[in-house]
């Protein structure tokens, strides 16, 4: 096995944690302040990204860290993608590697994970919204299965430019090959 290989092995994937909400802050303040996959153009802070943790873990929800050696390589989340009933079985994702960690195979191991929980918890569809179209996040999402689902064009701004969102979208477990055992109130 590789030295990567055999790294990524002993990564762990777990649900976040409060504790965590420093570290969550930190590798998401790296993208809003270096990149266009935030349209954020302020970093959380930790007590804001901690109530993110909780909001999302509340609704039981998946949102997960991968860890090596008690660092925190990155973190993924699933939130609603809009807030209407009917669309109640479709999520949207979001994922962040350290910068440390790119290109290991962490974002991998967490979209695999954060996939099947979500599916565990009920929805069938989800959605990569990906700011300014990062040639990584598609590249990561088209990999596990993701396929284009539309762009729009300059519907953000960020460093003086303007940006287009993206959008692809992963089947989950039945996805429509069947009917949920509930329907949306």
Not at 1 to 10: F, I, K, N, R, Y
Not at 159 to 171: D, I, K, N, P, S
Not at 180 to 185: G, L, Q, V
């Given at each position: 096995?590789?030295?990567?290989?055999?790294?990524?092995?002993?990564v762990?994937?777990?649900?976040?944690?409060?504790?965590?909400?420093e570290?969550?802050?930190r590798?998401?303040?790296?993208?809003?302040?270096?990149?266009?996959?935030?349209?954020?153009?302020?970093?959380?802070?930790?007590?804001?990204?901690?109530?993110?943790?909780?909001?999302?873990?509340?609704?039981?929800?998946?949102?997960?860290?991968?860890?090596?050696?008690?660092?925190?390589?990155?973190?993924?989340?699933?939130?609603?993608?809009?807030?209407?009933?009917?669309?109640?079985?479709?999520?949207?994702?979001?994922?962040?590697?350290?910068?440390?960690?790119?290109?290991?195979?962490?974002?991998?191991?967490?979209?695999?994970?954060?996939?099947?929980q979500?599916?565990?918890?009920?929805?069938?569809?989800?959605?990569?919204?990906?700011?300014?179209?990062?040639?990584?996040?598609?590249?990561?999402?088209?990999?596990?299965?993701?396929?284009?689902?539309?762009r729009?064009?300059?519907?953000?701004?960020?460093?003086?430019?303007?940006?287009?969102?993206?959008?692809?979208?992963?089947?989950?477990?039945?996805?429509?090959?069947?009917a949920?055992?509930?329907?949306?109130?």
């Open positions: 096995m590789s030295d990567a290989g055999q790294a990524l092995t002993e762990a994937v777990r649900s976040a944690r409060a504790a965590d909400s570290a969550i802050a590798i998401y303040a790296h993208y809003v302040r270096n990149s266009t996959a935030s349209f954020d153009t302020e970093p959380r802070t930790c007590a804001q990204t901690e109530q993110k943790i909780r909001d999302i873990l509340s609704k039981g929800w998946p949102f997960i860290v991968a860890e090596r050696a008690e660092t925190i390589m990155g973190y993924a989340s699933v939130t609603a993608f809009r807030d209407r009933p009917a669309y109640g079985y479709t999520c949207e994702d979001s994922i962040y590697v350290d910068s440390a960690f790119v290109g290991q195979g962490v974002g991998v191991q967490l979209m695999r994970a954060l996939m099947a979500a599916s565990d918890c009920g929805f069938r569809q989800m959605i990569a919204v990906i700011g300014g179209g990062e040639p990584a996040s598609v590249a990561l999402h088209r990999k596990l299965g993701f396929t284009h689902a539309g729009m064009r300059n519907v953000g701004r960020k460093f003086g430019r303007w940006l287009a969102t993206v959008y692809m979208q992963a089947e989950l477990g039945a996805g429509d090959r069947s949920p055992a509930r329907e949306p109130a």
